[in-house]
């Protein structure tokens, strides 16, 4: 199992007791889906029970995972309640080039700082766990200002446009590639990412695998 702790969050495994609030979630008509409409489909009403099935059962099944997992649970630090989900996915394996993703679902948690404390921990946890990569990529489109914001507040640095290459709601929108480098995320935080947010003599992040 894995936890990494910030200030606000922490970033776990998912269990059991999320899946109630997932199913809810998966739901087509939440306002994430269409910030993350041009990357993956949307699943129907109908196919929502057959995947929290399929995660209740991988979840009973308790295999070991391989580190770094491909996705964690964002949960609140207080209660534990789910807030969202990071990610990461090879662009290309062969060359080491994968880029990391990131949802909070509900709109009431956005502009709060908690993307910014999330990918910013899920950023070191994957090249701290992964000392051969060379850069983490994050993919948006235009029409996403919260997500190149974010990105830009970590800093992630704009390094293609791919004109009118996604279509939301029927209009088409840039897609945009960020990108960062091992040497310029350890410039930037140097005593890693935790340490960036707390105070003067704050204590680091936490990271435990039981």
């Known amino acids: 199992m894995i936890r990494i702790e910030g200030t606000h969050l922490h970033l776990r495994d998912l269990k059991l007791n999320d899946l109630a609030a997932y199913a809810y979630w998966l739901r087509p008509e939440h306002e994430w889906q269409r910030l993350n409409g041009p ?5 129907t009403p109908e196919q929502i029970p057959e995947i929290i099935d399929r995660l209740r059962k991988t979840i009973d099944r308790d295999d070991p995972a391989p580190l770094p997992p491909a996705h964690v649970i964002i949960a609140q630090r207080a209660d534990d309640a789910l807030l969202g989900k990071v990610n990461w996915y090879w662009i290309s394996q062969e060359t080491l080039w ?3 993703g990131i949802v909070i ?3 009431a948690s956005w502009r709060k700082g908690l993307g910014y404390e999330a990918l910013g921990l899920w950023t070191q946890y994957l090249f701290d766990q992964m000392p051969e ?5 994050l993919r948006t489109w235009s029409g996403n200002t919260g997500m190149m914001r974010l990105a830009q507040k970590l800093g992630y640095q704009e390094e293609a446009r791919f004109r009118k290459a996604r ?6 929108y840039d897609g945009l590639g960020y990108g960062i480098l ?3 995320w350890t410039a930037r935080y140097p005593a890693g990412f935790a340490q960036a947010l707390q105070p003067a003599g704050g204590k680091h992040e936490r990271l435990s695998r039981d």
């Open 39 to 43: 990357y993956y489909s949307k699943p």
């Open 98 to 100: 994968l880029a990391a």
């Open 105 to 107: 679902y509900d709109p």
């Open 133 to 137: 990569i060379a850069r983490l990529d």
């Open 167 to 172: 279509i939301v709601d029927g209009t088409y």
């Open 182 to 184: 091992r040497e310029e």
